[in-house]
């Protein structure tokens, strides 16, 4: 009666197409996906949520996942596709020259919402381009740089690629950046491979359950379309994986009883249409809930069965440093101060939902998928499935945001048993939902402290404990009761200190990896009680912090004697923006009453690497007769930079110009491992291994062609000519013969960091590099309402050597906007936040503009002096601001994340005691 | 039965309606959220071809605002000071992306607590157009809803416009959104003002809060209060002993019950005070 024609016809960037109208009421973004093939389009959260699938339906902005087809006949829709023709539009190329992509997952609905802001006002403010992109989340950046390029869209510098020697340093665009901005990069949901049968998990509604399937068969025969049901009995390996050796507990399809809501018991395998339309609820599985415990407190109260037989009392493990005599040195310094902190599960809120696909070829199985570490994925699924590691090929996807979780494996197993099973090509896309409630996050802490100083404010003794809330399985928890007690102390001399941490079991969700690894949990408390301590001392917070800074040939709490300690230097460049910061707020207040101004300070330092433990980065670079250079670089690039700046290490290294090379990726037939992209190890480990590559190819050429070391190298044709002053000499490439991989000239250089076991006080070397850095923040806090607006935050970070420095300030900035919203909004609440409208990440109207500063003292044993930095930048965020709360208001928050009606409450505590 | 059915006069969408059984939908951002699924399940009715129901119109009577008018349109379009209120509230709504889709009728028939529009549309004492093939009915916006997801309309009708009474259309107007985040924020409070000055006199007054009870509610002892109160006098009258005992919020995870209470006096104090600048402005 109503819909005439046979077929549904739409316009999409130009060109009509005639779908089925059976369509009508789906959501656009899945049928420009599926079945146009368009996936430039992003899918993040099917709810408007988070603005990633923002296309134009006849130039206005609108959520293609809440568009059905149906909507937008004889309407012109364009999709990121349309934004360029054979080359990028000024837009895509500002975003690429500012930075502004880094995952690229938002960028395609930043791309979009910025286009139709433009194409209604050509030169807008920063406050429209604001309201333009409110809708559209970005985990990586903190918006600076998005919000920056779409201001200054137009402005063509083209931009020359570094000659030979000059790379490191240079603000070049990330090399893998155009794919980005074009919506051309593959993410872990945009391979689609012909007849792919779709695969979906049935997940525990439940935090802790006994279970049992009924008749599965007759459940199957009942879904025609369903190829296969596969349960933990189906698993041809151990059904067990984890990510730390001696550790590992975590099934991949449970056996008989969960441990957490979301936990995956069984697999739905088939015809992709058939599969996505089930509903499950008939779904023969019997839950017999049980007690569960979500808190740390209730599991070590709890008696009965532990969560795991093996660990006694819901412990996993306890880290431990001790040095000196702390509780002598409280008990005689001359100020003391105590607290304890609370903090939240916060969780990680990548907009890409962990997506694959996986296939055979003959007998070997191939996973693309989104990950931080494809060779330990690749190990872990090749034990769950029974597969000899040279038959399993690990070919990671553009991975869009991982910040740690996507270290551990979460359905590369899980496609894996089902392309095995069947021999179809097997995809899985996790829904918003399902990504939250059933990976990682960062654990909960029950922190105390105690710290105490000599009546000048010298640092005398530390006490911490802290209980770590791991969750269900053990991931990474291990790693953050380890690391934390190493880093209570702060960048701070602390003579007599004592730090343990331990990681407690609950059924509530795996607490893993987080930027930071509980390091940012830790350092709230101490940088809390620093400003007490200075209050009471008399003495400037800044100040206090100095004075107390490590130095070149100090030891740390771990009994290690460091070098290249650059945290005076980030405190000594924070001294006038702190001055002014501070005259500015007293300004404001001397007038404002119900609007309070405040000024906090906090610094950091983080270990960069395993904690005590080998973690080796192989990297190869290979020339081929046809002179083309190959750099194998196999550290995953999940935003963070490290194609681009491993690329500039290796040139220089090699003394090559950046643009004659070609980087080959993680792929695990390809390329050797370069470990986890985690614990802000690959600039240092990966890139000292690239230093390492170069130099060592460097020397085989030099020699080759009896060149001294100051020679230049460049590739000319198929020749390599190698010249100093008037001399000039020749390798013919294509003359040489290839050896197995190829290459007529290569070099292979493995790194791992000279570290040094932690004895059971924790003494030892723990890291061979660290980095260093402090913050100031400034915000407003509204004394009514107990909102907190954070209106600047200026951050001084010691890297060592910049190699990159528009990466490095995107590190920053994006570090800060998840510090951020740490602080203020983030907490992920178990059945309750498992989408992104109840569970709050800053929007690009949260975010304060941020100043940064990057220091540079060379580091011994780094690459040309390098440091990590990627986690470094979170960890002073979240004490700066709460310092800052407490300077401008008097409140002292305990609990994150410091929501108005908490804010509030302390400020009327600090009222009602006055 | 299942289907996607487009009607394109309000007639065919009444006859399908008759028939039951049928999903209406129109912005479909509140819609595609509630499944996982990649289409809408059952008989959908899409409403979007109705041109009878989109855009703002003057009538003889006061203004009909078409169910199917999107927030964007409202902040379009040119309207007296005292719809400001409701285009603040439209520009609170999510996102630009929702904004563009979202709709006046359909945000009133998810019947939120924290619906955006519906405080800035009880002070403009707006009324519900409903028709079915039985015919049409009106009816205040306040009892229209009845309750969380819970509203008046029969499964056989449908709301085709808002009108708001020219004796309502008077005044200025504001509104206050408080969220822990600046966009695509689910309120913690909110309320809308209309205020009604001549004479550094407070005329009239309505005032409504959301997401601080089941339904948005008007706050009619504040409002008493001030009617006939002078533009000096009137902030010391919004005290919260007026405006407590009209809500019941809840604590969440977006606040707690108590600073629910102490956060929308606050606002609503602010809210007050912006709308009386604004009519003391035009005044001077």
Not at chain 1, 51 to 58: E, H, M, Q, S
Not at chain 1, 455 to 471: H, Q, S, V, Y
Not at chain 1, 615 to 630: C, K, L, Q, V
Not at chain 2, 264 to 281: M, Q
Request: hydrophobic residues 40%; proline residues 5%.
């Amino acid at each position: 009666m109503t819909i005439s024609s046979e077929t549904l016809d739409i316009e999409i960037n130009g060109i009509r197409h005639s779908l089925p109208k059976e369509l009508s009421g789906n959501r656009l973004s899945s049928v420009l996906r599926d079945k146009l093939g368009l996936t430039g389009t992003k899918v993040g959260c099917d709810a408007g949520d988070c603005g990633a699938c923002t296309v134009l339906v006849d130039g206005a902005s609108v959520c293609a996942c809440l568009t059905p087809v149906a909507h937008v006949g004889e309407k012109k829709v364009t999709t990121v596709e349309g934004l360029s023709d054979a080359a990028m539009s000024q837009l895509q190329a500002s975003f690429l020259r500012h930075g502004a992509a880094q995952c690229g997952i938002c960028t395609p609905g930043m791309l979009m919402a910025a286009h139709a802001l433009q194409q209604r006002i050509v030169k807008p403010t920063r406050a429209q381009v604001e309201t333009a992109l409110g809708g559209v989340l970005c985990r990586c950046t903190g918006y600076q740089k998005i919000v920056d390029a779409v201001l200054d869209t137009g402005k063509v510098e083209q931009q020359d690629q570094p000659e030979a020697g000059a790379a490191i340093g240079a603000a070049v665009e990330r090399l893998d950046g155009e794919r980005k901005v074009l919506g051309l990069d593959v993410f872990g949901a945009d391979l689609l491979p012909e007849n792919a049968l779709l695969v979906r998990a049935v997940r525990s509604p439940h935090h802790a359950a006994k279970f049992t399937f009924g008749n599965i068969d007759e459940w199957q025969s009942g879904h025609p379309g369903v190829a296969a049901v596969l349960t933990a009995v189906d698993i041809p390996g151990e059904n067990c994986f984890g990510v730390i050796p001696g550790c590992e507990d975590q099934p991949a399809l449970a056996e008989g009883h969960v441990r957490l809501r979301g936990e995956a018991v069984a697999l739905i395998v088939g015809a992709a249409d058939v599969v996505e339309a089930l509903t499950f609820v008939d779904f023969p599985v019997e839950w017999e809930p049980q007690v569960a415990v979500l808190t740390s407190s209730e599991s070590k109260e709890r008696t009965g069965d532990p969560i795991h037989m093996n660990r006694k009392g819901n412990v996993l493990i306890t880290g431990r440093v001790v040095s000196g005599d702390a509780d002598a040195a409280l008990a005689n310094a001359v100020h003391v101060a105590e607290g304890e902190f609370e903090t939240a599960y916060v969780e990680h809120a990548y907009i890409e939902p962990e997506a694959g696909v996986a296939w055979m070829e003959g007998d070997v199985l191939n996973i693309h998928a989104c990950t931080q570490a494809p060779v330990m994925d690749r190990d872990e699924t090749a034990k769950v499935l029974n597969l000899p590691k040279d038959k399993l090929r690990i070919r990671p996807a553009a991975t869009g945001g991982g910040f740690g979780s996507k270290l551990d494996v979460s359905l590369q197993p899980l496609i894996g048993l089902a392309a095995m099973v069947t021999g179809q090509p097997c995809r899985m896309v996790y829904s918003r939902a399902e990504s939250m409630c059933s990976t990682t996050k960062r654990h909960p802490a029950k922190i105390k402290a105690r710290i105490g100083t000599t009546k000048g404010g010298e640092l005398t003794g530390m006490i911490f404990t802290g209980d770590f809330n791991t969750g269900a399985y053990a991931s990474w928890g291990s790693t953050v009761a380890n690391r934390v007690p190493v880093h209570a102390s702060g960048p701070y001399r602390v003579p007599d200190f004592s730090a343990e941490a331990s990681a407690i079991h609950t059924n509530g969700p795996t607490s893993g990896a987080f930027r930071g690894f509980g390091v940012p949990q830790a350092a709230i408390l101490q940088e809390a009680l620093f400003d007490d301590l200075a209050e009471a001392c008399g003495i400037d917070r800044l100040g206090f912090r100095l004075s107390n800074a490590l130095q070149d040939g100090d030891q740390t709490t771990c009994g290690q004697t460091l070098q290249g300690v650059g945290i005076r230097e980030c405190l000594e460049a924070l001294q006038q923006p702190w001055e002014q910061a501070l005259e500015e707020a007293a300004t404001h207040n001397r007038t404002n009453t119900a609007l309070r101004r405040g000024v906090g300070v906090a610094s950091c330092w983080y270990g960069c690497g395993n904690t005590a433990l080998p973690n080796p980065s192989t990297i190869r670079i290979g020339i081929s007769g046809a002179g083309e250079i190959f750099l194998h670089q196999g550290a995953s690039d999940i935003g963070q930079g490290a194609n681009t700046v491993i690329a500039q290490i290796c040139a220089d290294a090699l003394g090559i110009a950046l643009g004659s090379i070609t980087l080959v990726g993680g792929d695990t037939a390809l390329t050797p491992d370069c470990g986890k992209t985690s614990a802000s190890r690959q600039t240092f480990v990966t890139g000292k291994a690239a230093e390492l590559a170069g130099k060592d190819l460097r020397r085989t050429i030099l020699s080759m062609s009896n060149m001294s070391p100051d020679a230049d190298i460049e590739i000319v044709g198929t020749k390599l000519v190698i010249s100093e002053g008037t001399v000039s000499r020749e390798i013919d490439l294509a003359k040489l013969p290839a050896n197995e991989f190829g290459y007529v000239l290569m070099a292979e250089e493995t790194y791992d960091p000279p570290t040094q076991a932690l004895d059971e006080s924790g003494q030892g070397i723990p890291y061979a590099v660290y980095g260093y850095g402090a913050q100031i923040a400034e915000l407003e806090v509204d004394m009514k309402l107990g909102k907190v607006r954070v209106l600047r935050v200026t951050a001084a970070h010691d890297l060592g050597r910049v190699i990159n420095p528009i990466l490095a300030e995107g590190q920053i900035e994006g570090g800060i906007a998840q510090g951020l919203g740490m602080a203020l909004m983030e907490e992920y609440v178990p059945g309750r936040t498992e989408n992104l409208h109840d569970y709050l990440i800053p929007t690009i109207g949260d975010v304060p503009e941020v100043r940064s500063i990057l220091i540079e003292k060379p580091d011994p044993e780094g690459p040309f002096g390098a440091k990590g930095l990627g986690e470094h930048v979170l960890i002073p965020t979240v004490p700066a601001i709460l310092n800052a709360i407490r300077h401008a208001s008097g409140a002292r928050i305990t609990k994150l994340p410091a929501v108005p009606h908490r804010v509030l409450a302390a400020i009327q505590k600090v009222n009602d005691n006055v | 039965m299942v289907g996607y059915f487009q009607p394109q006069t309000v007639q065919e969408a009444l006859e399908r309606l008759a028939v039951g059984d049928s999903t209406v939908a129109a912005g479909c951002t509140d819609l595609f959220p509630a499944t996982e699924h990649q289409s809408l399940a059952g008989t959908v009715l899409d409403i979007t071809r109705l041109a009878e129901l989109r855009g703002i119109s003057e009538t003889g009577t006061g203004w009909r605002v078409g169910a199917n008018t999107t927030w964007s349109a409202v902040i379009d379009a040119v309207l007296p000071a005292s719809f400001d209120g409701l285009k603040s509230a439209a520009g609170a709504v999510g996102s630009v992306q929702i904004q563009n889709a979202a709709t006046i009728g359909g945000n009133i028939c998810n019947a939120s607590p924290a619906a955006d529009g519906v405080p800035a549309l009880l002070t403009l004492e707006a009324e519900v157009e409903m028709s079915s093939t039985r015919g049409s009915r009106r009816m205040p916006l306040q009892s229209f809803i009845k309750g969380p997801r819970q509203i008046a309309l029969q499964p056989d009708e449908l709301m085709v416009a808002i009108h708001v009474p020219a004796s309502a259309a008077r005044g200025q107007s504001g509104f206050l959104k408080l969220g822990s985040r600046k966009h695509l924020v689910i309120s913690i409070a909110m309320v809308a003002v209309r205020l009604v000055v001549t004479d550094g006199k407070i005329q009239d007054a309505a005032i409504s809060v959301g997401a601080c009870s089941p339904v948005a509610t008007r706050l009619v002892k504040l409002e008493n209060a001030l009617k006939g109160a002078s533009v000096d006098a009137a902030l010391g009258i919004v005290k919260p002993a007026l405006i407590e005992p009209e809500l019941t919020p809840i604590e969440d995870i977006r606040a707690d019950r108590n600073y629910r209470f102490v956060a929308t006096a606050e606002i609503t104090r602010r809210a007050v005070a912006s709308v009386l600048a604004k009519a003391d402005g035009l005044v001077s």
